[in-house]
C-alpha cells in the first residue's frame, strides 16, 4: 500500500508531447482512473509509472520515494496490460507464480499465495491448463491474479475489460471494484471507457493531449465539468452545446426534456425540431435542432413526437452550464 | 454423395500426385544403387525396376574406395560448428533489431539480409584470399569460418521478423513481474522462440550440408571434404558417372535431413508461420 505522487511530469517522443506537465497526487489504497480519448497520454502516464518509459521531465514518487531512475521491477508495482500478456508457454499456475519464482520465493510459499490469488479471482480449478485454453474472462482473472500475487505497492491497470464481450464487463467491472476494495490497493485504471471510469473510479482524471483536463469524483466530473472538452467527452450522448448570449450554454441530454414533463418550475423554453427519435426501450432520444444547433434530448416519456415537426422542451436553469466560447473555460455564475 | 466421392477423388488425386512427387527420387535413388551396372545403362530396360539381381557392388565401391564416411562426419561437424555459431550471433541480433533499434532496425534488417543476395560464385574469390592469408586453406575450419557469412544474415532475417512477432506486452510483463531485460529475454523471450530456433537451426544445417562453392574452392584432400564436394569430385571421373554409388550416397546423406524435418516439421512451420504466439 502507498501513495504516489506526480510532479511536472513530461514526455515527449520525437517532438510529440505525449504527456505534457501533470501534477497529480494519488492517496494510499485509492482507485484513480484515467479517462480519455485515444491519444490523450493516458497509457504513457501509466507506462511512466510503471518504469516502462523514462520520463522527459518531471518526478515520480511512490510511497515516499523518487522511482525515477529505477527499473520496474524495483518499483513495487504490478500491472495488467490491455492483452493481458499471458505467458502462453506456462501454465496458468506459472503465469501466476511467476513474479514469486523470480524473486526465488520458496516453493511452499509460492503455492499458498498462489492458492490464495486464484480463490481471490475463482479461477482455482484452472491452475492446470494453458492460456491458450481458458476463455477471454479468464484469461482477465489470471493477469489479475498474477498482478495480485506479489501483494504490489500500486497496481496498474490498462483498459483490462475492453477485450471483454459487453455481458461478462459488467459482472468483470462489478468484481474488479469489489476486490480492489477488499485489499484496498492503490490503483491507477486507464480506459477510454466512461462507464467503466465512472462505475470504478474514487476520483477520475480526464486527459486529453498529454494534460489532465479536471480531476475529482464521477459526480463532479459529470455534473460540475470544468470546461467544454470534459462536458463534452463525459456522457453518453454527449452534453448539447448551444450558443447565447456570446457564450456556450452546455446540458445533458437528460436535461433536456419534453415541456410536459418541467410544467411550471424555474426552466428555458425551447423550440425543437424533432429530425428523428430512437426508441431504446427504456428511454428515448430525440434528434433535432434548436435554432441552427444539433441537439440529442434524452427522454423516457411515452409521447408521441412526430418527425419533422417542432415540438416545445424546456431544460432546467440549474442544469445549464455555461463556457467561454474563446478558451472553452466552464464560467461560473 | 457423388458430389462427396468427387471432392474425395480430387483430395486424394492430388496427394496422390505430390506424393509421387515427392517420393520419387527416393525410389529412384534406393533402386539405383542396388541396380547392377549393366542393367542401369541397358536402354532397353525398365528404368523404374530391378531387370537383374541386385548387387551391392555399388556400396562397396562407396564405402571401401572412397572416404564417404569420412565426408559425412565433416559435413556434420561443420554443419554443427556453423549452427553454434549462427544461432550464437543470430539471435542476439536479430533480438536487438527487432525491439531496441527502433526505425534504424528496419534498414539495418534489410541491410543485412542484402548481404545474404551476393552470390558465394562472386564471394569466393575475395574470401579464399582471406582463407589463404588466415592460413586456412585445405581445413575444415576454413568452412566453419566462410559459412556463417551466409547463414548468419538469412537467420537474422528470419528470426527478426519471429521476434518481432512476440508482443512487446509480454516483455514487458516479465520486466514488470521482476525481471531485468536479459531474464526477460531468458524466461520469457527465448523459450517462446523455440520453433524459430530450430527453424534456424534446420536451415542453416541444410544450407551447410548442400553447400558446393566455397567447399569446392578451399578443400583439395579427400580427407577434408563435405558430402556435396566429395561425392561429385571422387565419383564422377572424367566423364564416368558412377551412378550406382552416387545415388546410394546421396540417399543415405539425404536421410537424417528428412528425418530431423519431420521430426520438427511442426515446430518449423509454426516457425516460418509464426503460428505459435500470434493469437
Given at each position: 500500500?502507498?501513495?504516489?505522487?506526480?510532479?511536472?511530469?513530461?514526455?515527449?517522443?520525437?517532438?510529440?508531447?505525449?504527456?505534457?506537465?501533470?501534477?497529480?497526487?494519488?492517496?494510499?489504497?485509492?482507485?484513480?482512473?484515467?479517462?480519455?480519448?485515444?491519444?490523450?497520454?493516458?497509457?504513457?502516464?501509466?507506462?511512466?509509472?510503471?518504469?516502462?518509459?523514462?520520463?522527459?521531465?518531471?518526478?515520480?514518487?511512490?510511497?515516499?520515494?523518487?522511482?525515477?531512475?529505477?527499473?520496474?521491477?524495483?518499483?513495487g508495482i504490478a500491472m495488467v496490460f490491455q492483452s493481458y500478456?499471458?505467458?502462453?508457454?506456462?501454465?496458468?499456475?506459472?503465469?501466476?507464480?511467476?513474479?514469486?519464482?523470480?524473486?526465488?520465493?520458496?516453493?511452499?510459499?509460492?503455492?499458498?499465495?498462489?492458492?490464495?490469488?486464484?480463490?481471490?479471482?475463482?479461477?482455482?480449478?484452472?491452475?492446470?491448463?494453458?492460456?491458450?485454453?481458458?476463455?477471454?474472462?479468464?484469461?482477465?482473472?489470471?493477469?489479475?491474479?498474477?498482478?495480485?500475487?506479489?501483494?504490489?505497492?500500486?497496481?496498474?491497470?490498462?483498459?483490462?475489460?475492453?477485450?471483454?464481450?459487453?455481458?461478462?464487463?459488467?459482472?468483470?467491472?462489478?468484481?474488479?471494484?469489489?476486490?480492489?476494495?477488499?485489499?484496498?490497493?492503490?490503483?491507477?485504471?486507464?480506459?477510454?471507457?466512461?462507464?467503466?471510469?465512472?462505475?470504478?473510479?474514487?476520483?477520475?482524471?480526464?486527459?486529453?493531449?498529454?494534460?489532465?483536463?479536471?480531476?475529482?469524483?464521477?459526480?463532479?466530473?459529470?455534473?460540475?465539468?470544468?470546461?467544454?472538452?470534459?462536458?463534452?467527452?463525459?456522457?453518453?450522448?454527449?452534453?448539447?452545446?448551444?450558443?447565447?448570449?456570446?457564450?456556450?450554454?452546455?446540458?445533458?441530454?437528460?436535461?433536456?426534456?419534453?415541456?410536459?414533463?418541467?410544467?411550471?418550475?424555474?426552466?428555458?423554453?425551447?423550440?425543437?425540431?424533432?429530425?428523428?427519435?430512437?426508441?431504446?426501450?427504456?428511454?428515448?432520444?430525440?434528434?433535432?435542432?434548436?435554432?441552427?444547433?444539433?441537439?440529442?434530448?434524452?427522454?423516457?416519456?411515452?409521447?408521441?413526437?412526430?418527425?419533422?415537426?417542432?415540438?416545445?422542451?424546456?431544460?432546467?436553469?440549474?442544469?445549464?452550464?455555461?463556457?467561454?466560447?474563446?478558451?472553452?473555460?466552464?464560467?461560473?455564475? | 454423395?457423388?458430389?462427396?466421392?468427387?471432392?474425395?477423388?480430387?483430395?486424394?488425386?492430388?496427394?496422390?500426385?505430390?506424393?509421387?512427387?515427392?517420393?520419387?527420387?527416393?525410389?529412384?535413388?534406393?533402386?539405383?544403387?542396388?541396380?547392377?551396372?549393366?542393367?542401369?545403362?541397358?536402354?532397353?530396360?525398365?528404368?523404374?525396376?530391378?531387370?537383374?539381381?541386385?548387387?551391392?557392388?555399388?556400396?562397396?565401391?562407396?564405402?571401401?574406395?572412397?572416404?564417404?564416411?569420412?565426408?559425412?562426419?565433416?559435413?556434420?561437424?561443420?554443419?554443427?560448428?556453423?549452427?553454434?555459431?549462427?544461432?550464437?550471433?543470430?539471435?542476439?541480433?536479430?533480438?536487438?533489431?527487432?525491439?531496441?533499434?527502433?526505425?534504424?532496425?528496419?534498414?539495418?534488417?534489410?541491410?543485412?539480409?542484402?548481404?545474404?543476395?551476393?552470390?558465394?560464385?562472386?564471394?569466393?574469390?575475395?574470401?579464399?584470399?582471406?582463407?589463404?592469408?588466415?592460413?586456412?586453406?585445405?581445413?575444415?575450419?576454413?568452412?566453419?569460418?566462410?559459412?556463417?557469412?551466409?547463414?548468419?544474415?538469412?537467420c537474422t532475417w528470419l528470426l527478426m521478423s519471429f521476434f518481432?512477432?512476440?508482443?512487446?506486452?509480454?516483455?514487458?510483463?516479465?520486466?514488470?513481474?521482476?525481471?531485468?531485460?536479459?531474464?526477460?529475454?531468458?524466461?520469457?523471450?527465448?523459450?517462446?522462440?523455440?520453433?524459430?530456433?530450430?527453424?534456424?537451426?534446420?536451415?542453416?544445417?541444410?544450407?551447410?550440408?548442400?553447400?558446393?562453392?566455397?567447399?569446392?574452392?578451399?578443400?583439395?584432400?579427400?580427407?577434408?571434404?563435405?558430402?556435396?564436394?566429395?561425392?561429385?569430385?571422387?565419383?564422377?571421373?572424367?566423364?564416368?558417372?558412377?551412378?550406382?554409388?552416387?545415388?546410394?550416397?546421396?540417399?543415405?546423406?539425404?536421410?537424417?535431413?528428412?528425418?530431423?524435418?519431420?521430426?520438427?516439421?511442426?515446430?518449423?512451420?509454426?516457425?516460418m508461420t509464426m503460428s505459435d504466439v500470434r493469437r
Amino acid at each position: 500500500m502507498a501513495n504516489v505522487q506526480l510532479a511536472g511530469i513530461k514526455k515527449h517522443f520525437e517532438g510529440v508531447k505525449a504527456v505534457d506537465g501533470i501534477d497529480l497526487e494519488i492517496a494510499d489504497g485509492e482507485f484513480l482512473v484515467l479517462l480519455g480519448p485515444s491519444g490523450s497520454g493516458k497509457t504513457t502516464l501509466m507506462r511512466l509509472v510503471a518504469g516502462l518509459e523514462k520520463p522527459t521531465g518531471g518526478h515520480i514518487v511512490i510511497d515516499g520515494a523518487v522511482v525515477n531512475d529505477l527499473p520496474p521491477r524495483d518499483r513495487g508495482i504490478a500491472m495488467v496490460f490491455q492483452s493481458y500478456a499471458l505467458y502462453p508457454h506456462k501454465t496458468v499456475f506459472g503465469n501466476i507464480s511467476f513474479p514469486l519464482t523470480v524473486e526465488g520465493m520458496p516453493r511452499e510459499d509460492i503455492k499458498k499465495k498462489v492458492a490464495w490469488a486464484a480463490g481471490l479471482l475463482g479461477i482455482g480449478h484452472l491452475l492446470d491448463r494453458m492460456p491458450a485454453h481458458v476463455s477471454g474472462g479468464e484469461r482477465q482473472r489470471v493477469a489479475i491474479a498474477r498482478a495480485l500475487v506479489r501483494r504490489p505497492k500500486v497496481l496498474l491497470m490498462d483498459e483490462p475489460l475492453s477485450n471483454l464481450d459487453a455481458k461478462v464487463r459488467h459482472t468483470a467491472r462489478e468484481e474488479l471494484k469489489l476486490f480492489q476494495r477488499e485489499i484496498n490497493v492503490t490503483t491507477i485504471y486507464v480506459t477510454h471507457d466512461q462507464a467503466e471510469a465512472m462505475g470504478l473510479g474514487d476520483r477520475i482524471a480526464v486527459m486529453h493531449e498529454g494534460t489532465i483536463r479536471q480531476i475529482g469524483t464521477p459526480d463532479s466530473i459529470y455534473n460540475d465539468p470544468a470546461n467544454m472538452f470534459v462536458a463534452g467527452f463525459v456522457g453518453i450522448p454527449p452534453m448539447n452545446f448551444m450558443e447565447q448570449d456570446g457564450m456556450i450554454v452546455g446540458f445533458r441530454p437528460e436535461a433536456l426534456l419534453p415541456a410536459e414533463a418541467l410544467p411550471d418550475k424555474d426552466c428555458m423554453r425551447l423550440r425543437l425540431l424533432v429530425e428523428r427519435v430512437e426508441d431504446l426501450g427504456s428511454h428515448r432520444l430525440v434528434y433535432g435542432t434548436i435554432g441552427k444547433d444539433k441537439v440529442i434530448a434524452n427522454h423516457s416519456l411515452r409521447l408521441n413526437l412526430p418527425e419533422g415537426e417542432e415540438h416545445e422542451f424546456a431544460v432546467c436553469s440549474q442544469e445549464v452550464r455555461r463556457f467561454d466560447p474563446k478558451t472553452g473555460v466552464r464560467v461560473r455564475p | 454423395m457423388l458430389k462427396k466421392i468427387f471432392s474425395k477423388s480430387y483430395f486424394y488425386g492430388g496427394l496422390g500426385v505430390f506424393l509421387v512427387f515427392s517420393a520419387a527420387p527416393f525410389y529412384i535413388m534406393l533402386i539405383t544403387m542396388f541396380k547392377r551396372s549393366h542393367d542401369l545403362f541397358g536402354p532397353t530396360n525398365n528404368p523404374f525396376w530391378l531387370n537383374e539381381a541386385p548387387t551391392l557392388e555399388h556400396l562397396d565401391l562407396l564405402f571401401n574406395q572412397t572416404l564417404f564416411p569420412r565426408f559425412l562426419l565433416n559435413t556434420f561437424l561443420v554443419g554443427l560448428a556453423v549452427v553454434v555459431i549462427t544461432v550464437l550471433l543470430a539471435v542476439p541480433a536479430a533480438i536487438s533489431l527487432a525491439r531496441l533499434a527502433g526505425r534504424w532496425g528496419e534498414s539495418v534488417g534489410i541491410g543485412i539480409f542484402l548481404t545474404y543476395l551476393i552470390p558465394p560464385t562472386l564471394l569466393f574469390i575475395p574470401l579464399s584470399r582471406v582463407v589463404s592469408f588466415l592460413g586456412l586453406q585445405n581445413s575444415l575450419w576454413s568452412l566453419v569460418l566462410v559459412y556463417p557469412t551466409f547463414t548468419v544474415p538469412f537467420c537474422t532475417w528470419l528470426l527478426m521478423s519471429f521476434f518481432k512477432s512476440i508482443p512487446k506486452d509480454i516483455e514487458e510483463q516479465a520486466l514488470v513481474d521482476g525481471c531485468s531485460r536479459i531474464g526477460a529475454m531468458a524466461r520469457v523471450l527465448l523459450p517462446l522462440s523455440v520453433p524459430g530456433i530450430i527453424t534456424v537451426v534446420v536451415f542453416s544445417f541444410t544450407l551447410v550440408a548442400h553447400e558446393y562453392i566455397y567447399a569446392l574452392s578451399f578443400i583439395q584432400d579427400s580427407a577434408n571434404k563435405t558430402i556435396g564436394i566429395g561425392m561429385t569430385t571422387e565419383l564422377v571421373r572424367g566423364d564416368v558417372f558412377y551412378w550406382g554409388a552416387l545415388m546410394g550416397g546421396a540417399l543415405i546423406a539425404s536421410i537424417p535431413v528428412a528425418v530431423l524435418y519431420t521430426i520438427f516439421l511442426d515446430r518449423i512451420i509454426s516457425g516460418m508461420t509464426m503460428s505459435d504466439v500470434r493469437r
